[in-house]
C-alpha cells in the first residue's frame, strides 16, 4: 500500500487523533451507502427531460378532459342530442375511420413541417370540437364533430411520436411513451370519476358543461406544449440551390437534375418500401385487437354468458388500470433492446391467448368461481397489455428509418388505428357469436400476431448483429 495512502486505521485528516485501539479497532468498519431516494425523488427523476415534462403537463391536463368525455359520449348523444343507437355506432365508427387516415398524415407532416405547431395546432381544433359538442342537436352534426375530432386527435398522436422519436434516444424513447401512457391512464380514471358527477345528475346541463370542460381542459394543455423546443421538429430537407454556370447564367438541366435526385432519396426512406416495418406494424396493429376484447367482449361476455354480477366490469377496469399504472414503466424498461423487445412480445402474446381461454371458461360457472375465473383472466391480459405495448414501441421505433420518423410513426400509429377500428366486428364474430370456440379463434389470433412480432424482432437483432461484426 502506498504510504500516502489512508488506511481505516488512519486518522481522519486534520483531525490529529490517534488509531483507535481496543474492541472497536477490531471490528469491521461500517460503510453506510446512499440514502434509498423518496418517491417524490423517484418521480421527479422519471421526468428530467424538458420535453418528457412538458409532454407529461400536456398530457396530465388534456387526458383528464379526455376521461370525461369518455364516461358521458354514449349517453349524451342518447339520451341529450336523441340519437339512436345505431347512429351513434356510426358516429364512433365514422371517428375511428377517420382517425386512421389522420394516425398516417400526421406523421406524414410532422417530416415536412414544424412538429411543435403541428401539435398545438391539432390539440387546439380538437379542443375547440369537443366543445362543439355542445350544438350538436342531430345526427348530421353529431357525425361532422366526431370525424373533426377523430382526425385531429389522431394526428396530435401521431405527432407526438414523432416528437418522441426525435428528442429522445434509445431506452429513453420507450421509457417516454411508458410515462406518458401511465399518465394517460390516471388522468383518464380521475376524468371518468369527474364525468360520473353528469351520470348522477342526469340533465342536459350537467352533460354540456362537462363537456365544455373537457374541451376547455384540451386548450389549457396548449399553456404546456408551446414551450417545446424548436429540436423536436425534423431537420430541414436539403435545398437545392439554383445551379450556376460559369457564365452566371442559371442551368436549369442541372436544377432539375438535383431536385429530382433529392426527391429519390426522400423516397427510398419510406416505410412504405420498407416490407419489415410495414409487417410488424400489420401484426401490431392485429394484437391492438386486445383493447377491443376488454371494451366490448369482456363486458358482453360477463352480462350475457357468465353469472358474475355486472358491476364486475367497473372493478376489471380499475384492475386494468392500476396493472398499467404501477407496471408500465418498469416493464418497459430494455425494450429498446431488438431481443428483449420481441421477447416480452412472445410473453405477451402467450398470456393473451391464455386469457382469451381463461374468459371462456367463465362461462356456466357459479358466481364465486366465476368472478375468480375473470379476474385471473383480466389480471393476464392487462399484463399482456403492458408487455406488447412496452416490445411494440421498442420495435417501432428501433426498426425505423430515423430520416422520417414522423412517416414511419404515421404508419405505425395507422395500424393500431385500422386495428381499433376492426376489433368491434372480429370480437363480435369471434366470441360474443361462438362462445368458446369463438375465444379459442382469438386466441390463436393473438398467440400467431405476437409471435410474428417476435420473430420478426428476432431476425432484426441477427441482422444488427452480423452487420456490427461485417
Known sequence: MSPTTPTDTDPAPGTGSAPAVGPEASA??????????????????????????ILVGATLISRLGRGIFLTVTVLYFTLIVGLTPGEVAIVLAAASGAGVVASF????????????????????????????????????????????????????????????????????????????????????????????????????????GLIIGAGVLFLLGLFQ?????????????????????ATGSVDATATAEAIAAERRSWRSHSPWRDPRYLWLTALSG????????????????????????????????????????????????GTHDLR????????AAWLMAGACL????????????????????????????????????????????????????????????????????VVNATAISHGFSGWAILAAIFLASGLGTWWIARRAAGAAASSALA
Not at 340 to 346: D, K, N, P, T, W
Not at 374 to 379: M, S
Open 358 to 425: 381463461v374468459y371462456a371458461a367463465a362461462a356456466g360457472l357459479p358466481t364465486g368461481f366465476a368472478v375468480a375465473v375473470l379476474v385471473i383472466a383480466a389480471t393476464a391480459h392487462a399484463f399482456a397489455e403492458v408487455l406488447s405495448q412496452a416490445g411494440g414501441w421498442g420495435l417501432s421505433f428501433e426498426l425505423a428509418d430515423p430520416v422520417r420518423a414522423g412517416t414511419y410513426q404515421g404508419v405505425f400509429g395507422m395500424g393500431y388505428s385500422v386495428g381499433a377500428l376492426a376489433a368491434p366486428l
Open 28 to 53: 469491521p468498519p461500517t460503510k453506510a451507502g446512499p440514502p434509498r431516494p423518496t418517491l417524490r425523488a423517484r418521480l421527479a427523476a422519471s421526468v428530467a427531460d424538458p420535453v418528457l415534462r
Open 286 to 333: 392485429i394484437f391492438g385487437m386486445q383493447f377491443g376484447v376488454g371494451e366490448l367482449g369482456v363486458p358482453l361476455w360477463i352480462t350475457r354468458e357468465t353469472s358474475a354480477p355486472e358491476v364486475l366490469i367497473a372493478a376489471l377496469l380499475i384492475l386494468n388500470t392500476t396493472i398499467v399504472v404501477i407496471f408500465q414503466v418498469p416493464m418497459s424498461r
Open 105 to 208: 398524415a400526421g406523421g406524414w407532416l410532422a417530416d415536412r413541417f414544424s412538429a411543435k405547431r403541428l401539435i398545438i395546432v391539432f390539440t387546439a381544433i380538437e379542443g375547440v370540437a369537443l366543445i362543439a359538442y355542445v350544438f350538436a342537436a342531430d345526427f348530421v352534426t353529431a357525425l361532422v364533430i366526431a370525424v373533426i375530432c377523430g382526425l385531429f386527435e389522431q394526428g396530435a398522436n401521431s405527432t407526438r411520436s414523432a416528437i418522441i422519436a426525435r428528442a429522445f434516444t434509445g431506452e429513453s424513447r420507450v421509457h417516454a411513451r411508458a410515462v406518458l401512457r401511465t399518465v394517460t391512464n390516471v388522468s383518464i380514471a380521475v376524468g371518468s370519476g369527474l364525468g360520473a358527477i353528469a351520470l348522477a345528475l342526469g340533465t342536459a346541463e350537467a352533460y354540456r
Open 225 to 245: 406544449l408551446v414551450r417545446l423546443p424548436a429540436y423536436v421538429d425534423a431537420p430541414a430537407r436539403a435545398a437545392v440551390a439554383e445551379v450556376v454556370t
Open 340 to 347: 428483449v423487445a420481441g421477447r416480452v412480445s412472445a410473453i
